[in-house]
């Protein structure tokens, strides 16, 4: 049984910085993409990022890019989303999604993380 479980979320002040964790079980980790996911009050779920099972592929929403930074350790089952310069409009919970291959889209993911709520205060 696939499990995705995040870590990291709280509430931080704009333009603070917070990391996320994602800890995969229950398949070959390294031989799958995974990516991050956020959804806000009222809105459709979107791509924040994602990253192939090497860590050589990453791609990024653009209102992140240059923000926020994917990364994965494949020795520790884990992706890791590091965000920082964090504005008020990042506040959602954020969701780990895992997939065959790389995906900037809720198609094709597999399985996804419970989530963890980031909120940003003005």
């Known amino acids: 049984q696939v499990q995705l479980v995040e870590s990291g979320g709280g509430l931080v002040q704009a333009g603070g910085s917070l990391r996320l964790s994602c800890a995969a079980s229950?398949?070959?980790?390294?031989?799958?993409?995974m990516g991050w996911f956020r959804q806000a009050p009222g809105k459709e779920r979107e791509f924040v990022a994602t990253?192939?099972?090497?860590?050589?592929?990453?791609y990024y929403v653009g209102s992140v890019k240059g923000r926020f930074t994917i990364s994965r350790d494949n020795a520790k089952n884990t992706v890791y989303l590091q965000m920082t310069s964090l504005k008020p409009e990042d506040t959602a919970v954020y969701y780990c999604?895992?997939?065959?291959?790389?995906?900037?889209?809720?198609?094709?993911?597999?399985?996804w993380g419970q989530g963890t709520q980031v909120t940003v205060s003005s």
């Open positions: 999604a895992s997939s065959y291959r790389i995906a900037t889209t809720t198609v094709g993911i597999d399985y």
């Open positions: 229950g398949r070959t980790f390294s031989r799958y993409a």
């Open positions: 990253i192939n099972w090497s860590g050589d592929e990453i």
